[in-house]
């Protein structure tokens, strides 16, 4: 097998098809993705039975508990993904819409018009479900798409892949629209970061080595996905309820995934009164707490919390804690050991919360809310390709208008420059 010339013919083709499905309409897009939602719903006992190959591989293997999670795909799962192709065709097309006309005094009018990226590399780990929400958002913007999953999960990603190529041929989409590479052989991905004059953007979702290795290797532009150090910060203002309610659902809903709650800041003037019951619910679900000196003075026989907990992405049932001076202290912290993710106040006060959302430079700044609200169906994009957590091109759960750019277009009438 030559990989450089299979991963080559795919990009090719993938080009190819971008062409077409600039200009592909509205209506045709969406009879794919009705189709495939359809297939997936089918085909869910196949879709279960290749995943548990994938699942007993890596038990075998001893993967994490959180890895294995994220692995999973049962009939509630399949649904989701069945149902987030459905919102998918709900969502506005946003292709060809033209933006911002203005009149110049020459008489030219001058906008925008929203258009494809054009080939997007998706390169992820662990998430089968990436191959459902990458593939349909990029085709509803228009995009070509060429997947590399894991190897962790190459056998429920080929039936997924599978099954939504075939729904696309029959309902008229291009040959090279959606495109899994299937070899597990990690020099596929160095090959696919080198392909810039055939792929235009590359999306990496997965842990820091994937991330690092894409940032170092890819010739082409990166929208990255990091890591998700998410905090919650509790107000002297706060109600204790409302904070502990979130702050347990933001730790233990499910702590396997980006935008999960890692650590949680306690104002000193309400900790002593908020922290015993709160830990003691936390370690009655399980949670290795890890706490500063103030913390473990307030709360006896818990670990101490070192420089190395505050920056890092657990993704298990351990929660760091720290007692801050005030709401100053609070942001400060986030904002130099966060990952500029999703972070939150709890807090009756309203300059205060202006203050938090003003000073936190994170992708998604909550009031009074769990951060586990960071996702693209949660905030009504239908699905997420990812959590871009850079400034450029994308920031936050990115759908759909995120998967696209713009080109000036101008109306004249037998203007020239003098």
Known sequence: MNIREDILKIARQAKMASQELANLSSSTKNKALVRMAESIEKNRERIIEENKKDV????????????IDRLTLDEKRIRQ?????????????????????????????????????????????????????????????????????????????????????????ETGLPSGSIQLIKTTDRRAVTEMLKLNAYIDV???????????????????????????????????????????????????????????????????????????????????????????????????GIKKASEEDWQTEYLDLILSIKVVEGIEEAINHINNYGSHHSDAIITNN????????????????????????????????????????QKLHARGPMGVNELTSTKFIIWGDGQIRK
């Open 350 to 389: 309203y300059a205060k919360s202006r203050q938090f959302l003003q000073k936190i430079d994170s992708a998604a700044v909550y009031v009074n809310a769990s951060t586990r609200f960071t996702d693209g169906a949660e905030f009504g994009l239908g699905a997420e390709i990812g959590i871009s957590t």
């Open 56 to 67: 007993n591989l890596a038990k075998k293997k001893e993967l994490s508990k959180a890895l």
């Open 81 to 169: 993904m069945s149902k987030s192709l459905e919102e998918i065709v709900s969502i506005e097309d946003p292709i060809g819409k033209i933006e911002n006309i203005r009149k110049r005094p020459n008489g030219l009018q001058i906008g925008k018009m929203v258009v494809p990226l054009g080939v997007i590399g998706i390169v992820y780990e662990a998430r089968p479900n990436v191959t459902i929400d990458a593939a349909a958002l990029c085709l509803k913007a228009g995009n070509a798409t060429i997947l590399r999953g894991g190897s962790e999960a190459i056998c429920s990603n080929i039936i997924l892949a599978d099954l939504l190529k075939k729904a696309g041929q």
């Open 202 to 300: 590359i999306i990496p979702r997965g842990g820091e080595e994937l991330i690092r290795v894409v940032m170092e290797n890819s010739t082409i532009p990166v929208i990255k996905h990091y890591k998700g150090i998410c905090h919650i910060y509790v107000d002297e203002e706060a109600d204790l309820k409302m904070a502990e309610e979130i702050s347990f659902n933001a730790k233990v809903q499910r702590p396997g995934v980006c935008n999960a709650m890692e650590t949680l800041l306690i104002n000193e003037k309400i900790a002593a009164q908020f922290l015993p019951g709160m830990i003691k619910r936390l370690q009655e679900a399980a949670v290795e707490i890890r706490g500063d000196e103030k913390t473990c003075q307030i709360t006896r």
